[in-house]
């Protein structure tokens, strides 16, 4: 999990949703020539993620097991929903605008065919898109391409971007350690927890754990700026949440993810098969893999740790030999995904929509966890009402349910009434700020 | 995992050890590429790539896996029909890509006949009839009454509208005149889930997706599909040793047994003496 938030913190080039979450004030702090405690702390906090969530894999794998089959398709929807509103509430200014970009999203997401139907939807009979909008396609043209646009449209005032770094300020301070402790306990906790769940848990574990910290902040105005905690919280979670994601796996013998399908698979291919039994029945391939876990999250400090000055140099780099390298990668990076030009078209397009949404200051983040949720949204929604004969009664009867959609509510009356209060007794520097907060 | 081996019908690659006429010895003069239409670790990737591997070291040249997912299988199997059709170029077909595919999927290109010519069948996966042990039912015949008696309450789980755990389903629904809700999920593995969890009652399931659960009795298997019985699960009975009569007549025709073929693709007109190169060995 941590290589894709190198590239996100230096180059906003994030590829999975995860570290779109610490891109966004990961690059904040690069372009403020903060790289360095930038990717420091990412390190530090994932290392201590894996580490306490490979703890928890191996006490409690088993109960972990069991209360992840309690989660159901009702229980799933609710949960999404209270996921897709964290995701709302990390953008800066109003609420609505992050609620608009979670359903831009959604929408997305219902590219392709549908499960429940098997009817192709918003395909115009391309195969290409029958399997939905490739999300690292979206992803890396939301952010990687929009932000080349964006610089190369600034023409020369990006020169805080390319200046060279001292080596001294690699280092985080201890201020910036500090403020990340707390931050990575939190969204380490979130993390583990999340990742039990197979599908959904890591994407919704890293925004959850940015838009708790952005709410229990005494500075939520810093977020999206370079703020500490909005790097370490997510970090901390998403690696939390794959080493966590390993429990369905290997306890029930599902795979959560197209990763775990391979894992399931590769240990298919050496004669093993995981399981219920797996733990009593291999003990020494279950303790080797928690080894081996531990062996990673080390290699992962050892290995980044010190080149984390030699990230910085790529910086340094005079930007107009740097961006055709940038674009030059995404176009290799995203044909080599399916080897099909259609994607490079695509990428194409969904950079510039990017730009304008930059120009338009809309925060691309909530739209790709709306796009990677909406399929599971609307599958589990489907599913219960399947399952209930058509009675949405399901979603409150059943106590976890119940409890998510109740969490919701509180979160959305929180930043409602929040908003309201504070709306007529903001001070106001410029005058041209009046009115934009309007809820 | 056992199951692969033991379907893996060594026949069909077995034959490429056999000493190769002299016209046709120097036909693999380099690397063959093997088109596989679904993700890396599916069923259908592990399958290939046990092939692949026994292939290679049968050829002499390397077979290289080239997984090309997406829409059922129908996007990798309309890629491989655009390939040379110089042999160099196979591909593994499914039931989902040559048969349901073509039927279900609006906008494929292919003739899953026309365009293809079949090299041998690599292996076969037994569907089983597996519920939640809560159910509180221990046989087929338990089951049936228990559906009959309540039409429509019980739920079935299926990898998703149109699939072929779906189909075999709806086919023993069909043979038994029962009536049961119909919940789709996204794959084998999430249907696998919910029927531990109770979600869905009742799941036609491919064996690999259930055997480990079966084997721990986090749920319980009635009967296997095949018409003889699975050596993974031997004390599990076959459909008409569970009284299912009808259900056998239809299994011959291919329902119950869902190959994964070797397929060569061949625009027309097709070149048979390639054809006739990766076939001959099979004498």
Known sequence: ???????????????????????????????????????????????FGGCVAIVIVSAFAPPLAQFALRFQSPEYFSLMVMGLLAAAILVQGPLLKGIGMVLLGLLLGVVGLDSISGMPRYTFGNLHLFDGISFVVVVIGLFGLAEVIHNLSLSGRNQAFTKPVPWRELIPTKQDMAASSLPTLRGTALGSFLGVLPGAGPAIASFAAYAVEKRVTKHPEQFGKGAIAGISAPEGANNAAAQTAFVPTLTLGVPGDAIMALMLGALMVHGLTPGPQIIQNNPEFFWGLIASFWLGNLLLLILNLPVVGLWIRLLAIPYRILFPTILAFIAIGIYSLHRDPFDVYLVMITGFVGFVFIKLRMEAAPLLLGLILSPMVENNLLRSMLISRGDPMIFVERPISAAFLAATLVILAVVVAGSIRRWPRRPTPTPTNQGRNHP | MTLLRTTLMAAAIGAFALPTAPALAEFPEREITMIVPFGAGGSTDIVGRIAAQALAERLGVPVVVDNRGGAGGTVGTQAASQATADGYTITVATTSTHVVGPLTVAGVRYDPLGDFAPIGMIAETPYVMAVNPNLGVSSLADLIALA???????????????????????????????????IPYGSNAEATTALMGNEVQVLF??????????????????????????????????????????????????????????????????????????VAGRG
């Open chain 1, 1 to 47: 999990m941590y290589g894709g938030s190198t590239v996100a913190i230096l180059l906003n080039l994030p590829g999975t949703a995860a570290s779109a979450v610490v891109a966004l004030d990961g690059h904040a702090m690069a372009k403020q020539g903060r790289a360095g405690p930038a990717l420091v702390i990412t390190t530090l906090s994932s290392f």
């Open chain 2, 148 to 182: 009959q008696a309540e039409p429509g309450e019980l739920n079935y789980g299926s990898a998703g509208q149109g699939s072929t755990t779906h189909l075999v389903s709806l086919m023993f629904l069909a043979a038994t005149d029962t009536e049961m809700e119909h």
């Open chain 2, 205 to 278: 399931g491919s064996m690999p997706a259930v055997l480990a659960q079966i084997q721990a009795g986090s749920i319980e298997a009635l009967a296997v599909g095949t018409t003889e019985r699975a050596a993974e699960l031997p004390d599990v009975p076959t459909m008409q040793e569970a009284g299912v009569e009808g259900f056998r007549a239809t299994l011959w025709l291919g329902l119950e047994r869902f190959p994964k073929c070797l397929t060569i693709p061949h625009p027309r007109p097709a070149p048979q003496g390639i054809v006739h190169s990766w």
